[in-house]
């Protein structure tokens, strides 16, 4: 007789303690990655922090130097520390920055429509020169006769036509300030989409819009958040002309004011105040670029 065949029995291992296995190394990736987030962030912020302080030394520094060095009168010219105690040691500090504080709240208010009007009109004009060769050719030349002409000799056709001391005056002139500039930044990023993505989109029957929307876009974050931080300067000095030549508002109005009073203690302080608020706006910018790019996957390609 021949001997019965012993069952074989495969081992398998069991199923849960996979499963638990699987489970555990994804919790401990994904604490790797909120860990490497914080860091990124973190050091961002750092930079960001010891960016400004250096550049705060250096203006510092430098307008120290101009007063102190180019023999300009000590009625006329304020010094770092003119300006401290005439803002926060004075006895009638409170009063002075009574009066500062809501002109600069008015040109960060203009400031800000500037520089969203600006950025979204260079955003869309870039995505449809992108989109358009045509549109680019029938647009782009007005945007450089912008860019070309000085905005002060336009200015007045462009109150005549908005209304002076309106908002739209103000966001036209922030808008042509800041519009240069973001688009071309925007343009260049557009145009730096990796052509293999792009070739997969078409391939699975996305046409010229979807590729758009899934690879170039997404591509161009860190172009977008340059045009954001160059923008930031831009729409203050925006402001800064709008409340000059319409609106007489804010800062940018209050300067003339000053200036023909003989307030120029007040006359620094306001320009110290508006200076410093643009640095930490532009640092602030620079962290959330550092941000959304890290947790974009993009964190090689941030500055």
């Known amino acids: ?97 009574a009066v500062l504080f809501p002109l600069v ?61 309106t908002t739209a005056s103000v966001a036209v002139i922030g808008t042509i300030v800041v519009l240069f500039p973001a688009l071309a930044n925007v343009l260049f990023g557009l145009s730096r989409a990796s052509r293999q993505s792009l070739d997969v989109v078409h391939v699975f029957g996305g046409n010229r819009p979807m590729a758009m929307r899934k690879v170039n876009l997404p591509g161009a974050m860190p172009s977008v958040f340059a045009a954001a931080r160059v923008s930031v300067p831009a729409a203050v000095t925006g402001a800064l002309l709008a409340e000059w030549l319409s609106t007489g508002l804010g800062i940018g109005g209050a300067i003339l004011k000053f200036n023909a009073q003989a307030q120029f203690a007040q006359l620094w302080g306001a320009i110290a105040i508006i200076t410093l608020i643009t640095l930490v706006l532009y640092n602030i910018v620079q962290v959330a670029e550092s941000v959304v790019l890290t947790r974009m996957g993009m964190k090689g390609e941030t500055r």
């Open 105 to 165: 709240w008015q040109t960060l208010a203009d400031s800000a429509i500037g520089f969203v009007v600006g950025m979204l009109v260079a955003i869309v004009l870039a995505i449809a020169f992108s989109l358009s060769k045509s549109v680019e050719a029938g647009v782009m030349p007005l945007v450089l006769l912008l860019r070309t002409i000085p905005l002060v000799s336009i200015a007045p056709v462009i109150i005549l036509i908005t209304g002076r001391g």
């Open 1 to 97: 007789m021949t001997p019965k065949a012993e069952p074989v029995h495969t081992a398998h291992p069991p199923a849960a303690p996979t499963a638990q296995l699987v489970l555990a190394a994804d919790a401990a990736a994904q604490a790797r990655l909120r860990a490497d987030r914080r860091r990124a962030v973190s050091k961002a912020v750092l930079r960001a922090l010891g960016n400004a302080l250096i550049t705060l030394v250096v203006l510092l520094v430098l307008w120290q130097a101009v007063v102190s060095l180019t023999g300009i009168s000590p009625y006329v010219a304020k010094g770092p520390l003119d300006v401290w105690n005439h803002l926060f040691a004075d006895e009638d500090a409170a009063a002075h920055r």
